[in-house]
Each structure stands twice: as structure tokens, then as C-alpha cells.
């Protein structure tokens, strides 16, 4: 996966942390969810098929594991960021 992508304002290539790592920085429930939904290229109702949960289970994970993903991209510094590469 690039470290990189082209900043829509200038042009240029700015740092973007490693998905991966961020992902394993999360629980297992709410890594799922993502991996299913975003990855899989799934709706949440299908989501939860897969996963064998309620459909607002699944909802309620989705949204927490989008909170903390946005928490952890937030939180890192820059200089931070570039440990991750």
C-alpha cells in the first residue's frame, strides 16, 4: 500500500500512515467490521449476515470502529507518522 497520495490542493505527495498498522491498533470486533464493510465492499445489513450479528449491532460497531480509526489519524503528529513508514 503507497505511504503517500497526492495532496488535491498543491499537487504534491504528503504522508499517510500505513492503514494496516492503524487497523491492528484496533480491537478485534471493530477490525472486523471495517475489514467487512470498507474492504469487502459490503453494506453494514450485509455485514452483519457475515459476522452473524443484529444489523444495529453491526450499525453501532461500524461507527465506533470509524470513531477511533478517525481518533488514531487525528492524534498521530506528523513526525509521529513518519515512524509508522
Do not use: C, N, Q
Amino acid at each position: 500500500m503507497p505511504t503517500t497520495h497526492a495532496d488535491p490542493i498543491e499537487g504534491r505527495e504528503t504522508p499517510r500512515p500505513p492503514i494496516e498498522l492503524m487497523l491492528r491498533d484496533l480491537p478485534a470486533p471493530h477490525r472486523e467490521i471495517i475489514v467487512a464493510t470498507y474492504f469487502g465492499r459490503r453494506t453494514a445489513r450485509e455485514a452483519a449476515d457475515l459476522l452473524g450479528l443484529a444489523p444495529g449491532e453491526a450499525k453501532a460497531r461500524l461507527y465506533e470502529a470509524m470513531r477511533d480509526l478517525s481518533g488514531m489519524v487525528a492524534s498521530r503528529p506528523a513526525g509521529l507518522l513518519k515512524a509508522w513508514l
